[in-house]
T-cell receptor, first 112, second 113 residues
């Protein structure tokens, strides 16, 4: 979708293991976001980035960290996965303020 | 912080009827209000948006209205078709721009043939 790719698309991992999800864009957009989607909760912001090495927390950031060393890549890391982090994770990009987001296809993560 | 309430959570209509989804927001500084459509197994896709200096915007069968005084905005779909069946999300910007969005919890729309 519009030059944004998430990997992997599906992952099953064990409780306590570290997990890294990748978001890659070819649009050279400044802003990148990680959301999680859960039934009954809609889309909730985990972390976002407004430039290389510039990141900030969202409303549900506990247990997650991010890194952005290049404009095109935004990584989301679960340091020690828990069952409550089972979810569908979406990355989004935005070119500038006041522009709508473009979402990736999502990563379905299951923590067992 | 910003809070976005969306109603109804589910909506079932007959093909050809109209569908209306409503959202309210709490932050009077919000000035950007997009709507997203999410089909099964896919990411949300922007279908229409409106800014605070506009009261209504139309794009073919889809329209969005905004009432800044009451802090609510609505999505209107006319002449619904089965392919309109999806989950729809409203959102509102925080910190005065679309740098961050807060989403409603979604409305599952089913259009029955």
């Amino acid at each position: 979708d519009a030059g944004i790719t998430q990997s992997p698309r599906h992952k099953v991992t064990e409780t306590g293991t570290p997990v890294t999800l990748r978001c890659h864009q070819t649009e050279n957009h400044r802003y990148m976001y990680w959301y999680r989607q859960d039934p009954g909760h809609g889309l909730r912001l985990i972390h976002y980035s407004y430039g290389v090495k510039d990141t900030d927390k969202g409303e549900v950031s506990d247990g997650y960290s991010v890194s952005r060393s290049k404009t095109e890549d935004f990584l989301l890391t679960l340091e020690s996965a828990t069952s409550s982090q089972t979810s569908v994770y979406f990355c989004a990009i935005s070119s500038d303020r006041d522009y709508g987001y473009t979402f990736g296809s999502g990563t379905r993560l299951t923590v067992v | 912080g910003e809070n976005v309430e969306q109603h109804p959570s589910t909506l079932s209509v007959q093909e050809g009827d109209s569908a209306v989804i409503k959202c309210t927001y709490s932050d009077s500084a919000s000035n950007y209000f997009p709507w997203y459509k999410q089909e099964l197994g896919k990411g949300p896709q922007l279908i229409i948006d409106i800014r605070s200096n506009v009261g209504e915007k139309k794009d073919q069968r889809i329209a969005v209205t905004l009432n800044k005084t009451a802090k609510h905005f609505s999505l209107h779909i006319t002449e619904t078709q089965p392919e309109d069946s999806a989950v729809y999300f409203c959102a509102a910007s925080i910190q005065g721009g679309s740098e961050k969005l807060v989403f409603g919890k979604g409305t599952k729309l089913t259009v029955n043939p």
